[in-house]
């Protein structure tokens, strides 16, 4: 099967960051030339007037929380957590994949082709994974067993999660770790022997409020990330999401260590989590940055349009400096970046011969994204563009939506079903 992407602006995300006009030719779900004209195929999507895009990656995310999307919102983080735990104590499995299946389908509508998910139930977010057809790197969440409400022992859990899905094609499963406020050192070391001996990542919350900050250090002595180094837990294998409260040196220590961070500024503001995750010093010290939406409760989406925007944003408007986080780095974090810190960079994140063809078509045809003209495409897809602008998104060289039509599910049959679960949520 092959599949011709023709006639768009290709915004490759190579490593001179080059716009190529021409198609993407897709075979066998790869990439197998990238600007050619005259191309033929199975199947062609007209891309005129549109960009070509390597698919959006969601680097922190809790998909199944769609069901819980505007339940508790201006609220401070402690009671919105306190109006989240009592809903997602009901949570049935069956609402949590249908869940996860409607979080799929806006996914794949806005241009997403992969997500980093951290859950409990991480099993029911793969069959979503699988039904719809979007890239899921998928972290079963680990804390003390004292403070889970999961069945068993949450680290045993996760390690049957990860046995079990390894060498899936599209769900990448992981080890999570909810944060120092919820895990102990042993369960943290555990986490990472299961890891270790699967060769699978790390994904935990790390810093992401004052109050975690300054309670693990009275607790403790030591800082979240102080006390993650003196654990042995801080690696390449980790992504770190939030990193809002850290000290230069703490950023230093996780570009030593290789720790890749997943920034999540519309989650930060929404929740008023106070200060702003030291970005520019991550990216001058060598940290790969790259952007999640988290939960939907706390976003209230997942339009990485929105957030790509929303980062550039809040660093320019806190540092007095228009120059910061500019379009291209926006671009970079929700693309190869995110790719790198999930440790695929060299399968996807960009549009190069030899890739995965995960790819997202975006229309500059809209009154808001003109004039486009080559010169300011970059500048569009971050400051213009919406995840509506989307027109079709290709994963692993299977097309889930042509012509703005999903194809993969049935949307409206998905977006009743979470109607109607989220009735029988709230009524009882
Ligand atoms: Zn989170």
């Avoid at 990860?162 to 499963?173: I, M, N, Q, S």
């Avoid at 102080?226 to 939030?242: V, Y």
């Avoid at 230069?248 to 961070?261: D, F, K, P, Q, Y």
């Avoid at 486009?372 to 995840?387: E, K, Q, T, W």
Wanted: aromatic share 6%; charged share 25%; glycine share 10%.
């Amino acid at each position: 099967m092959s599949l011709l992407l023709e006639g768009g602006f290709v915004v490759t995300q190579d490593k001179e960051r080059r716009v190529i006009p021409g198609g993407v030719l897709v075979e066998g779900g790869r990439i197998v030339s990238v600007g050619d004209a005259g191309a033929r195929a199975d199947e062609t999507i007209d891309c005129s007037n549109c960009a070509v895009l390597p698919g959006l990656i969601n680097a922190h995310h809790h998909v199944a929380n769609t069901l819980l999307r505007g339940i508790a919102d201006d609220l401070p983080l402690e009671p919105m957590l306190e109006k989240a735990f009592a809903v997602d104590a009901k949570l049935t499995r069956r609402d949590v994949q249908i869940g996860a299946l409607l979080g799929c389908v806006e996914m794949i509508r806005s241009g997403t082709t992969g997500f980093h998910d951290l859950f409990y139930w991480e099993d029911e977010v793969a069959r979503a994974v699988r039904e719809s057809g979007v890239r899921g790197y998928l972290s079963w969440a680990t804390l003390d067993e004292a403070l889970t409400t999961q069945r068993g022992d949450p680290v045993k859990n996760a390690e049957a999660f990860v046995a079990k899905h390894k060498g899936d094609p599209l769900v990448t499963p992981s080890v999570g770790v909810q944060g120092v406020y919820a895990a102990s050192e042993e369960t943290y070391a555990r986490a990472r022997d299961v890891a270790v001996r699967h060769g699978v990542r790390l994904h935990t919350h790390l810093a992401e409020t004052r109050g975690e900050v300054y309670d693990h250090a009275a607790k403790t002595g030591f800082r979240p990330v102080e006390w993650l180094e003196r654990i042995g837990f801080l690696d390449e294998r980790l992504t770190a999401a939030h990193g809002v409260w850290l000290t230069l040196n703490e950023v230093r220590t996780l570009a030593r260590r290789g720790v890749s961070v997943a920034h999540c500024p519309v989650s930060n503001m929404k929740l008023a989590s106070g200060g702003v995750a030291p970005v520019p010093e991550m990216l001058r010290e060598g940290v790969t940055v790259a952007l999640g939406t988290d939960s939907p409760i706390s976003n209230n989406g997942m339009d990485m349009f929105a957030d790509m925007k929303v980062a550039a944003l809040l660093h320019k408007a806190t540092r007095w400096d228009a120059r910061v986080v500019p379009a291209q780095v926006a671009l970079d974090f929700a693309t190869i970046r995110a790719a790198e810190a999930l440790g695929v960079g060299d399968r996807l994140g960009s549009i190069e011969v030899g890739k995965r063809a995960d790819l997202a078509v975006v229309s500059l045809r809209g009154p808001h994204t003109t004039p486009f003209y080559p010169a300011n495409l970059i500048s569009h897809l971050v400051y213009s563009c919406r995840g509506s602008d989307v027109v079709a998104t290709i994963v692993d060289g299977r097309v889930l939506m042509s012509d703005g039509h999903v194809r993969c599910v049935d949307e409206a049959d998905v977006v009743a079903r979470a109607q109607e679960t989220a009735r029988e949520l709230y009524e009882a």
